[in-house]
Nanobody, 123 residues
Framework: QLQFVESGGGLVQPGGSLRLSCAASGFTLDYYAIGWFRQAPGKEREGVSCISNSGGSTNYADSVKGRFTISRDNAKNTVYLQMNSLKPEDTAVYYC????????????????WGQGTQVTVSS
């Protein structure tokens, strides 16, 4: 059974950092592009970043460029999202998802989803 487990969320002060992890089980991540998405209360789910199956290409939403870094370790079947200089508007549930040969930040390009991890940025 394909499954993602996201971890690393929590409460952080503005300007702080968190690293999210997305660990896959039941399948090998090597074949998939992986995206990170977030959904704030009352808002639609939006794409944050994605990385190609090899890790050679990445894409970021304008709102997080220069602050967030996506990476992957296929040997550990895990993808990461390093989030620095966090802002209150980054508060959301963060999800990882797997897609085939895509560098899109559209939710419709991704098939398998995790359950999410809460990130709260507040003083």
């Amino acid at each position: 059974q394909l499954q993602f487990v996201e971890s690393g969320g929590g409460l952080v002060q503005p300007g702080g950092s968190l690293r999210l992890s997305c660990a896959a089980s039941g399948f090998t991540l090597d074949y998939y592009a992986i995206g990170w998405f977030r959904q704030a209360p009352g808002k639609e789910r939006e794409g944050v970043s994605c990385i190609s199956n090899s890790g050679g290409s990445t894409n970021y939403a304008d709102s997080v460029k220069g602050r967030f870094t996506i990476s992957r370790d296929n040997a550990k079947n895990t993808v990461y999202l390093q989030m620095n200089s966090l802002k209150p508007e980054d508060t959301a549930v963060y999800y990882c998802a797997a897609g085939i040969q895509t560098m899109s930040l559209s939710v419709y390009e991704y098939t398998y989803w995790g359950q999410g991890t809460q990130v709260t940025v507040s003083s």
